[in-house]
């Protein structure tokens, strides 16, 4: 019911720049929080940042003052700005969104995943 598509991944050298898009679309009634998680080889996936329909920002430790969450709600579209990367943040980055999907009355909320997109940081 709910697709959500990143882009955005890539290769950079340390020190370099990327921003991750991911664009919800399907019966999408509204999304509450969306966000960005990782996973590295052989590391259980883990929180990178979140942000709220009213662009209230939450961030892992590892990544605060380097990347940036933002969204725009009426194209249904989260960003990750990520700067200053670093050998660690090499992982599979993932788009999630807390949907409500449906029209009213019948209206559902459900948690959608996107597929990932690779970030790789190498010298």
């Known amino acids: 019911q709910v697709q959500l598509v990143e882009s955005g991944g890539g290769w950079v050298q340390p020190g370099g720049s990327l921003r991750l898009s991911c664009a919800a679309s399907g019966r999408i009634f509204s999304i509450n929080t969306m966000g960005w998680y990782r996973q590295a080889p052989g590391q259980q996936r883990e929180l990178v940042a979140t942000?709220?329909?009213?662009?209230?920002?939450n961030y892992a430790d590892s990544v605060l003052g380097r990347f940036t969450i933002s969204r725009d709600n009426a194209k249904k579209t989260v960003y990750l700005q990520m700067n200053n990367l670093k050998l660690e943040d090499t992982a599979v980055y993932y788009c999630n969104a807390d949907v409500i999907v449906g029209s009213i009355p019948s209206v559902k909320r459900i948690e959608s995943w996107g597929q990932g997109t690779q970030v790789t940081i190498s010298s």
């Open positions: 942000t709220t329909q009213g662009g209230s920002a």
